[in-house]
């Protein structure tokens, strides 16, 4: 079967444990005002222009993100990394945009992992219907699963779509049991409100197998590609957050008992 992607990074330590193998499935449903990846919200391949300066001239070539690839194509680049997850507890993550969007190729993909003994991840928003989630979860060891904002509407507001979806899944994947690291992306004034902490520490606490948060403090390094794919740049002129104003909320989190880790 045949999909889209945007990228594979080799060796990656931060998309679950151990040395990665993450492939980034194109398009995504939602429409973060943070989105760090932007170029990755629509399904179909882009054209863009990328300038370059050199002795001061500036060179401009037309390149193409994103391009179909068939699983039987792109299987031989993860099992390649394979000595490097065995040697440390690693896997293949599957990331986006939203990978569940392409569900049919996703469910291919981490069948094959899986019959080659690789551990596999699913990084999340968990907007899709159950059934989809449910069945991706079949074959899944591990989700990365973001949660940004529990007020429905202010979630809507800051991301196109309500969280009342969201919040399902997850409270399925807490239910069953199933292997779960949520990621906190804070965003200034967007989702490190008291409001939506005091609402998250309540929800998160209420839940009963889900133990560990990477929290992702904003940057604004993509900033070039806000203007590279004529994207609307909301948050251009927001400051990044120095690591240290994250150890306030990481001890909120870990007072409830949770395992927080600042950066994934
Ligand atoms: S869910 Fe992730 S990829 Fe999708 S728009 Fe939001 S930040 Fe970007």
């Not at 440390?88 to 969007?101: D, K």
């Not at 080659?116 to 899944?140: L, R």
Request: glycine letters at 6%; one cysteine or more.
């Amino acid at each position: 079967m045949k999909g889209i992607i945007f990228d594979i990074k080799h060796f990656a330590v931060h998309d679950g444990p151990g040395i990665r193998t993450t492939v980034f499935l194109k398009g995504c449903p939602l429409n973060c005002w943070w989105c760090h990846n932007p170029e990755s919200q629509q399904l179909d391949p882009q054209v863009y222009q990328q300038t370059r300066k050199l002795d001061g001239l500036d060179f401009s070539e037309t390149k193409t993100l994103g391009y179909t690839i068939d699983s039987t194509e792109l299987m031989p680049k993860i099992i390649g990394d394979k000595v490097f997850h065995d040697e440390s507890s690693g896997g293949v993550t599957f990331s986006g945009g939203e990978p569940l969007l392409q569900f049919s190729f996703l469910n291919e993909l981490l069948v094959k992992s899986k019959n080659e003994g690789i551990h596999t991840a699913v990084d999340t928003t968990g907007y899709a219907s159950p059934k989809i989630f449910q069945q991706v979860a079949q074959n899944a060891d591990l989700f990365l699963f973001d949660l940004k904002l529990l007020d429905s509407n202010v979630h809507k507001k800051y991301t196109g779509v309500p969280s009342e979806p969201i919040i399902k899944n997850l409270m399925w994947l807490d239910k069953n049991n199933i292997n779960t690291n949520i990621r906190f992306p804070v965003i200034p004034d967007i989702t490190n409100t008291k409001e939506n902490i005091s609402q998250m520490l309540v929800f998160l606490e209420s839940l009963q197998n889900i133990n560990r948060i990477d929290i992702l403090p904003f940057h604004n390094i993509s900033n070039a590609k806000y203007e590279r794919f004529k994207i609307e740049n909301k948050m251009k002129n927001v400051a990044a957050f120095e690591e240290s104003e994250m150890y306030t909320i990481k001890e909120e989190f870990e007072k409830i008992g949770f395992i927080v880790s600042i950066g994934g």
